[in-house]
């Protein structure tokens, strides 16, 4: 266990609809990354924040949007949805922006766009 | 061409044999590389990072960078069945660069 928590596990929904991936980081850590897992992608850079600041955007859709709470937990929203965002996504965290190498995933959350 | 290149296997190993995997990579700019092992669906595992060239030993594990070739590996010793996983390789640039750029990831099977 990572000490990373993602809420939920899967999540079934309609193209057009939105969604939100909750996630916890570790205890003591501030900096929050998302990740997309896909078959023909593999494990592509969404975005990350550092305590409640977006620090760095990879490959996130304009549909896609994130942010980090006082309580650092993070939030990432996904709308619009077409059936090429079916995925895992993951929430990682570090202690810090110097730590980045260090980074802790959580277990995922499955996303089905049908 | 990808930035970070592995072979996805898959490798199928006897219990007990070494396990070689590696990345070769085109951006000369990583300083830190990374190993992570994923089970089926579950999120991946950090198993050790190494900043720069050299090698770095932890149990059964070793990983080895060599910047000049732009090639790093990771050899399992005397693997278990609780090794088969896919492992991905991980790489970053300066400690101010926050993208980590992953393989495709290799499968690993270990037979009993």
């Known amino acids: 266990d990572s000490g990373v928590t993602q809420t939920p596990k899967h999540l079934i929904t309609a193209t057009g609809q939105r969604v939100t991936l909750r996630c916890s980081p570790r205890s003591g850590d501030l900096s929050v990354y998302w990740y997309q897992q896909s078959l023909d992608q593999g494990l592509q850079f969404l975005i990350q924040?550092?305590?409640?600041?977006?620090?760095a955007k990879g490959n996130i859709l304009e549909r896609f949007s994130a942010q980090q709470f006082p309580d650092l937990h993070s939030e990432l929203n996904l709308s619009s949805l077409e059936l090429g965002d079916s995925a895992l996504y993951f929430c990682?965290?570090?202690?810090?922006?110097?730590?980045?190498?260090?980074?802790?995933f959580g277990p995922g959350t499955r996303l089905t766009v049908t | 061409q990808k930035e970070v290149e592995q072979d996805p296997g898959p490798l199928s190993v006897p219990e007990g044999a070494i396990v070689s995997l590696n990345c070769t990579y085109s951006n000369s700019a990583f300083q830190y590389f990374m190993w992570y092992r994923q089970y089926s669906r579950k999120g991946p595992e950090l198993l050790m990072y190494?900043?720069?060239?050299g090698n770095k030993e932890d149990g059964r594990f070793t990983a080895q960078v060599d910047k000049s070739s732009k090639y790093i590996s990771l050899f399992i010793r005397d693997s278990q069945p609780s090794d088969s996983a896919t492992y991905l390789c991980?790489?970053?640039?300066?400690?101010?660069?926050?993208?980590?750029?992953f393989g495709a990831g290799t499968t690993v099977t270990v037979r009993a």
């Open positions: 991980a790489m970053k640039g300066a400690w101010n660069d926050y993208k980590l750029s």
């Open positions: 990682a965290s570090s202690v810090g922006i110097d730590r980045g190498y260090e980074q802790y």
């Open positions: 924040y550092y305590n409640g600041e977006e620090r």
């Open positions: 190494t900043y720069s060239s």
